[in-house]
């Protein structure tokens, strides 16, 4: 318990900080075009890429030192769970100059039984790491599982998420240092009232939606390509993992209910 407590201190921390550095950096809200982290600012952040490869094909969340969520869509092109390659602990995933993260890879992958790829349905995987990460990482903060809020949110509240997608809306390459943004969840109606959602890329089921999925939506910002997977997080810790992203401010992102999942994750991992 005390271990848990600890690292929820930090998170509330460090949330706290980065939303303090995004009053101060001009009025760009964005992952497209969005704010470069600082190193340990989100030592949850995982990049999910090809095994011996730099190439980030999506975002995650570690919520143990062996346990990694993200969404199932991330890691559905993987052959093997042992292709799965995990990059931890720091902010630019290309730069090798930058202090040496931690890399781990897949040991078992546990997707979600009900997933669906035709609706997107329960969108969640847990990939297992063949190695859990060094304590000293952990106590060094540049790496530390994130806490599940396990209370069910009501939407519109303020959130932030993080990833190392497409910074602009033409859908280029991914971004080689991790971007953040602050971003609302709307009410779930206006979601669906809103004539966006008609316009974008996004597949949704409204009746899994008013349970199951957060609906974002900001003018001026927004989650991109490979940020899929990603976390979005509250000062009391994970409360959504990105499950369909349109690449453009204005139109709708949508992530999963991380809470309405509980048994699943325990059933795996202890939470």
Known sequence: MLRITNLLIIFVIQFNSSEVASQSKGSLRRILNGREAELRQFPYMVSIRYRNSSKHVGGGALINPKFVLTAATAVSNFQTPYDIEMHMGVVNIKNKMEPPGWTTYGNTLHVHPEFSPRNFAYNLALVESDRSVPRCRIYFGSIAPIFIDTFRQNDNFEGMIAGWGAKDEKQGPSASTLQYSTVNVVN????????????????????????????????????????????????????????????????????????????????????
Request: hydrophobic share 35%; with cysteine.
């Open 188 to 271: 779930q109606d206006n979601c669906f009232t809103n004539d966006t959602l008609s316009r974008s890329r996004i597949i949704i089921d409204q009746s899994l939606y008013m349970s199951e999925f957060y609906c974002v939506i900001e003018t001026s910002s927004g989650a991109c390509t490979t940020d899929v997977g990603g976390p979005l997080v509250r000062p009391t810790g994970l409360v959504g993992i990105a499950s369909q992203t349109t690449c453009n401010g204005g139109k709708p992102d949508i992530f999963v209910k991380v809470a309405d999942h509980l048994n699943w994750l325990a059933s795996i991992v202890e939470l």
